[in-house]
């Protein structure tokens, strides 16, 4: 097992096409006022929220990778002037284009204040590569995390990722904001596994976003839970013949919990396929919305897409919200959405009292088999182990 983590980036260590890059971004960040009146950010309250009031400068935190086969070599701190040499040039051409098109003023922050970051390069021998975030100290007022990751797959490799945020418990409030750049060559195939343990204190923003030429694959695997408020967007452009897609979700809610995840597929080539499938367990008066998207221009052919968003409420002030949007120009595809949101299954609860099963011990049985279907998807066994023993502790219904 390799390991590898990286310092931050002063302003004194940063070479020059990262300061260049890092103060266009900012000099844009006023055309992007917080998206109080957006409509991706109608559902979230960011009335208290104020960014000036965190600082990634003066914030420790850590970034670590480790692997199980690559050479460290395939990793570059993104700070580095080696990302600037021949080879690298998609990591300069991938920031910039973001700078051109900056979504919001956190995609802003994130590009012009990121404390560290790696571009992960895949080889020819399949790998596992764990990237691990986290406050280094104890949080202190303002206390700011903004990484960033660029993962390339080149042709004909196969890479499995797993990224977890791992929230630490404070009495200060604190921001995390990270993003993630994917880009899939020619029949390459990607794993990638995001999961976010955040603080009761934590507001947290993640943007991740997937280029996949001809005949590649992505699936992706996103469990998410905690935190004050977040939003996460995952952004899946399919971009080249024969490539195909498939976002998954679980999403857990207690407490006062919002979590807000949207998921939008755009379809850019013909004979391409995506999917989405995320479930939510929502207890006490915790609040999730999900937005699947899906784009199609005109012009393409056998483009076949599916979404569906199941949720369980176990109390009355809990909420769940789902938004499908879909934008179909063409005519040669498939296509279809479907939403549920509701409580337990009182047929299947009666069913297994009458077999002699108390109601508390039903209603976790009924629970974990509905978040068993999204489980037992992903691509670790580890990782499901793991999730499925946090889901049922979460609930203890």
Known sequence: ??????????????????????????????????????????????????????????????????????????????????????????????????????????????????????????????DTVRITHSFSSGVKKGSALMHRIFIHVPENCELTVVEEFKGTPSENISLWNNNTTVLCENNSKLNYISIGNYADNEYHFHNFTSHQKRDSSVHVSVLHGGGISGKSFYTAGVNGTGAHFRGIGLGIGMDREYNDLEMCVEHYASHSESSLYYRTVQKDRSHSVFTGNLVIPKGLKNVSSHQLNNNILLDKRARAE??????????????????????????????????????MEA???????????????????EIRDRIREEVMRKLSV
């Not at 209603?363 to 066994?381: C, H, Q, R």
Request: charged share 25%; with cysteine; aromatic share 8%.
């Open 1 to 126: 097992m390799n390991a590898v983590s990286n310092p931050p980036i002063s302003e004194e260590s940063r070479p020059k096409w990262l300061s260049e890059l890092s103060e266009k971004a900012w000099l844009n960040k006023d055309k992007h006022p917080l998206p109080l009146n957006k409509e991706a950010w109608r559902k979230i309250d960011l009335s208290g929220f104020t960014l000036s009031e965190f600082s990634p400068e003066t914030s420790e935190t850590l970034l670590e990778i480790t692997s199980e086969n690559s050479l460290l070599k395939n990793f570059f701190d993104l700070s580095s002037s080696e990302i600037n040499s021949e080879g690298y040039s998609e990591v300069l051409q991938n920031i910039s284009e973001s700078i051109e098109n900056i979504p919001d003023i956190f995609a802003a922050a994130n590009i012009a204040k990121y404390q560290k970051g790696f571009y992960i390069k895949g080889s020819k021998t399949p």
């Open 363 to 381: 209603k976790s049985l009924l629970v974990e088999g509905f978040a068993t279907e999204i489980i037992d998807e992903i691509p670790l066994e």
């Open 322 to 359: 789902s938004i499908p949007q879909l934008i179909i120009k063409a005519e040669s595809v498939k296509c279809d959405h479907g939403s549920t949101v509701g409580e337990i299954n009182e047929e299947a609860l009666l069913y297994l009292k009458s077999r002699g099963i108390p109601e």
